[in-house]
């Protein structure tokens, strides 16, 4: 690239005259997984006045967009644009004030961009631009995806079922960012292996016998069997992965009866499984499967009642950065960006990602990088203690600083696909 300061400036100076505007249209007005319909157009309408090749409900809201300049690799980028169903408790003056009926549940719901899609969309734009007015210095195809339902984790798989691939050619290289709030703004973070976890959901039914409460021996308690499920799930972890070896499962709901006095007959388990790789997610759900039945046969239950495990599609495999390029980025990055901006973190969290749909099957050499979002006298006061603590994502109270967060993400992507977009 012919001068890096150059580039920095004009991504800038876009920030100023559009994307920041772009930004805070994006954040006040966010929609549901697999409703993103107005977000979808605006979308579609920035890339195609860009002058790229548009293709819109592909998977149903997600949109492909084509940018050809001569011979090369083809090179994809993808951004998510899915809010979430969190009523906004910020003070930013664009803060959601939005209700969405959810397609879904049938529910209509506030939404709120608490995750920082509208970072990652209003970036991909602003890459589109600078991609075009850099067209003379890279050569081959850009791809451009905005991806609907990452937060369902069914936005990827939707759109590789309707034949992604077959209809617009496979990559030979993908990206994508995540905005993190757990970092400083326009700090860039790549790392070697897992960046997110594989995440299962899962659910589990415990039949019982219900009776009286009064007469409990009159039936079989699905409560108490639950409970003892529960506290046995546990063990997966802590006794049969290795204590090196990552892996979380959490019962975030247990519903059950009706009234005091009633052994109910159904209590249903809500579960989220996370791993980093195959044999930890055989491992667990294995595992749970066993506890769970062979808990049930301890009870007494007959064997047409034992308890039912069943996984859900909204699942996904752990998202593993290729290492070659990995280090190829981190190295770039870290020579067209600065050493002080450019970190490799891995994150003490198992947060889940669609985007392996992509890069898996068949496999793409992949990276997923991370890009700092919140204000530096902000992070510094609650690593002190002399401030709050850093909202988390997924709060109502999330928020980004989103100049220095837009400014950088645009910034390494475009470093990485001018890099990668060659005619070699």
């Known amino acids: 690239m012919s001068n890096d300061n150059d580039l920095t400036k004009s991504i800038t100076l876009d920030y100023e005259n559009r994307l920041k505007a772009i930004f805070e249209d994006f954040h006040a007005h966010p929609e549901l997984s697999l409703a993103e319909f107005e977000t979808a157009k605006k979308i579609s309408t920035a890339l195609k006045n860009h002058g790229f090749t548009v293709t819109e409900n592909v998977g149903g809201t997600g949109v492909v967009a084509l940018l050809k300049n001569g011979k090369g690799p083809l090179v994809m980028m993808r951004a998510d644009m899915d809010g979430l169903p969190l009523e906004e408790k910020t003070d930013l003056p664009y803060a959601s004030k939005d209700k969405q009926l959810d397609p879904v549940t049938g529910n209509v719901f506030p939404v709120m961009h608490a995750c920082g899609h509208d ?6 734009i602003g890459t589109a631009k600078q991609m075009v007015d850099l067209k003379s210095e890279w050569s081959g195809t850009l791809m451009l995806i905005a991806q609907p339902a990452e937060e369902r984790v069914l936005g990827a798989r939707n759109m590789m079922n309707d034949n992604l691939w077959e209809r617009f050619g496979k990559p030979d290289y993908a990206l994508a960012f995540h905005v993190s709030s ?24 415990v039949h019982g016998i219900g009776a009286h409460g009064a007469s409990p021996h009159a039936g079989k308690d699905p409560i108490v069997l639950g409970s003892q499920i529960v506290n046995s799930l546990q063990t997966l972890v802590s006794r049969e992965l290795p204590p090196r070896q990552p892996g979380v499962v959490t019962v975030g709901a247990f519903h059950s ?29 294995s595992g749970i499967k066993r506890i769970s039945e062979n808990l049930g046969r301890a009870a007494g239950l007959p ?5 039912e495990v069943v996984v859900s599609e909204e699942s996904t495999p752990p998202t593993i950065n290729d290492t070659e390029l990995a280090n190829r980025l981190k190295n770039l990055w870290q020579e067209k960006m600065g050493i002080n901006r450019v970190t490799s973190y891995s994150s003490d969290g198992m947060g889940a ?20 979002g919140t204000n530096h006298d902000y992070f510094k006061a609650a690593l002190d203690g002399s ?6 994502h997924h ?6 600083e989103p100049k220095p967060s ?4 645009v910034e390494a992507t475009v470093h990485a696909l001018v890099a990668l977009l060659s005619s070699d």
């Open 387 to 392: 401030g709050p603590p850093i909202p988390s």
């Open 257 to 285: 009866g009706t009234k005091h006095n009633i052994i109910s007959d159904m209590a249903h388990l809500q579960l989220t499984v996370r791993n980093t790789n195959d044999k930890t997610r055989d491992t667990l759900l």
């Open 406 to 409: 837009i400014i950088a993400g």
């Open 303 to 307: 064997e047409d009642k034992l308890p």
């Open 353 to 372: 990602e669609d985007f392996p749909f992509f890069t898996r099957d068949p496999h793409i050499p992949s990276v997923y990088f991370a890009v700092g």
């Open 182 to 205: 757990m970092l400083p703004s326009g700090i860039v973070n790549v790392v070697d292996g897992s960046p997110y976890a594989g995440a299962d959901t899962v659910d589990i039914y």
């Open 395 to 400: 709060s109502p109270i999330f928020k980004i």
């Open 119 to 124: 970072v990652h969309i209003t970036a991909l």
